[in-house]
């Protein structure tokens, strides 16, 4: 085989674990997120009529802008009630590893097309 055919193959093997955090992220978002904040991160999930006070809206760009990515890791690991928010935002920090809750905070990036602005 050819040099050019392995350096092709070396860089797709370096873009691998990248494309697969993203899409675990994304996987994990569906999974354990979107039955509050909704399948596009606006805060309109299924279980909204059952909840006193309103899921936030990830794709909000000015809200979620407000919040450093430490304290985003932080409400995912340790609960709404770690930032003075919602209790009735869960702690995941027995379900997510860290590397795992990182991904997360840069999927929501993503999602409000945003960053910190302080």
């Not at 904040?37 to 999930?45: A, F, N, R, V, Y």
């Not at 304290?71 to 003075?84: D, H, R, S, T």
């Not at 997510?96 to 993503?110: A, M, P, S, Y």
Request: proline fraction near 3%.
């Amino acid at each position: 085989m050819n040099k050019q055919f392995f350096n092709i193959l070396f860089a797709l093997l370096l873009l691998l674990p990248a494309a697969a955090q993203a899409e675990s992220a994304a996987d994990n978002y569906k999974t354990y997120c979107m039955q509050c904040h909704g399948l596009e991160g606006t805060g309109m999930g299924a279980n909204i009529q059952d909840m006193s006070v309103q899921p936030r809206d990830h794709t909000d760009a000015k809200a979620m802008g407000g919040r450093t990515d430490a304290e985003i890791f932080k409400v995912i690991k340790e609960g709404g009630l770690a930032i003075n928010k919602s209790a009735l935002m869960p702690p995941w920090a027995d379900t997510f590893t860290d590397n795992e809750i990182n991904d997360l905070v840069k999927h929501l990036r993503k999602l409000c097309q945003c960053s910190h602005e302080g």
